[in-house]
Nanobody, 131 residues
Framework: QVQLVESGGGSVQSGGSLKLSCVAS????????MAWFRQAPGKEREGIAV????????YYPDHVKGRLTISQGNAKNTVTLQVDKVKPEDTATYYC????????????????????????WGRGTQVTVTS
């Protein structure tokens, strides 16, 4: 079992930046695949960033690429998500997720980050972007 706790949410002005952190405990050393998802009210949970901590490989869907950066923190059990040039549509609850390994094909053009690929989830942290 892996326990995940997100932090860093809050209110941020449009155009600004925010940094979210996810701290893993329990059997986190078995979680090579760490990801961030978000869910806005009335919408489905969407995957926005993933990192394979064994290789450092990352993936972002096209609509957030260039504004988001996922990285492993100084502590091996920490993963961060930097969001730059935030927009009102970034308003959502952000969730950290972990799994033993990342699904094959992370660098392929057909790859999609799916919530069903992850069995460990945090409770989420709310981000509200104000204009």
């Amino acid at each position: 079992q892996v326990q995940l706790v997100e932090s860093g949410g809050g209110s941020v002005q449009s155009g600004g930046s925010l940094k979210l952190s996810c701290v893993a405990s329990g059997e986190f050393q078995n979680s090579a695949c760490m990801a961030w998802f978000r869910q806005a009210p009335g919408k489905e949970r969407e995957g926005i960033a993933v990192i394979d901590t064994t290789t450092g490989a990352t993936y972002y869907p096209d609509h957030v690429k260039g504004r988001l950066t996922i990285s492993q923190g100084n502590a091996k059990n920490t993963v961060t998500l930097q969001v730059d040039k935030v927009k009102p549509e970034d308003t959502a609850t952000y969730y950290c997720a972990a799994e033993r390994s990342c699904r094959n094909g992370m660098g392929a053009p057909w790859f999609i980050l799916l919530a069903g690929d992850f069995s460990n989830w945090g409770r989420g942290t709310q981000v509200t972007v104000t204009s």
